[in-house]
């Protein structure tokens, strides 16, 4: 399979754990995307890399939030003192943006649940 | 602000139906415009794209439609079958940042019954 993969599929922590997420995006992608997902919601925009390098980080990046994409092929984000308003998918894309049209290819998620 | 708003945020529909999902969006300047079909548990899925001159674009039994001039796009699909019971979603993609920045709606859940 040559899609986006990311692990775990499901996360359950207690509040104040920290936990960290793994993307693998289609190798030949440079860019990549993180997103978080609630109930009855569309995906909302976290970070984004091109190749290794992280150009944009939106405001719902708390300073608990860390991404890092350190040989611009896979990712990690960390969530640090999780709190329950962080339960949420989180959801990894990743495109190969040349001419801007090209869609993005998202993994199937990881579902974390904090009690 | 660049929005994107969907109606209905909800719909139920008889197998073997029509429906129509609406788009409206105030993003500008505009690049394109993708629906994305979310199926329950997993990423969502491009089904379409439209950029600044089209105005209709079929996919199998998805056709979508875009007028520019109004910011509307409409997703229709034909024949509705079980597995289409899903949630779709509008996304457009901004003209000023590159093109990576990219606006989500809320998404219509649409259920298929048999």
């Known amino acids: 399979d040559t899609g986006v993969s990311q692990n775990p599929r499901h996360k359950i922590t207690k509040r104040g754990q920290n936990v960290t997420f793994r993307c693998d995006p289609i190798s030949e992608h440079n860019r990549l995307y993180w997103y978080r997902q609630t109930l009855g919601q569309g995906p909302e925009f976290l970070t984004y890399?091109?190749?290794?390098?992280?150009?944009?980080k939106s405001r719902l990046l708390s300073d608990r939030f860390s991404a890092e994409r350190p040989k611009g092929s896979f990712s990690t984000l960390e969530i640090q003192r999780t709190e329950q308003g962080d339960s949420a998918m989180y959801l990894c894309?990743?495109?190969?943006?040349?001419?801007?049209?090209?869609?993005?290819?998202f993994g199937n998620g990881t579902r974390l649940t904090v009690t | 602000k660049n929005q994107v708003e969907q109606s209905p945020q909800s719909l139920i529909i008889l197998e073997g139906k029509n429906c129509t999902l609406q788009?409206?969006?105030?993003?500008?300047?505009?690049?394109?415009l993708r629906w994305y079909k979310q199926d329950t548990g997993r990423g969502p899925v491009s089904l379409t794209i439209m950029t600044f001159s089209e105005n209709t674009k079929s996919n199998g039994r998805y056709t979508a439609t875009l007028d520019a001039d109004t910011k509307q796009s409409s997703l229709h699909i034909t024949a509705s079958q079980l597995s289409d019971s899903a949630s779709y979603i509008c996304v457009v993609r901004d003209g000023y940042t590159g093109g990576f920045k990219t606006i989500f709606g809320a998404g219509t859940r649409l259920f298929v019954k048999a």
């Open positions: 890399f091109q190749n290794e390098a992280q150009l944009e």
């Open positions: 788009c409206n969006y105030t993003v500008s300047p505009f690049s394109n």
């Open positions: 894309a990743s495109s190969l943006d040349r001419l801007g049209n090209s869609p993005l290819h």
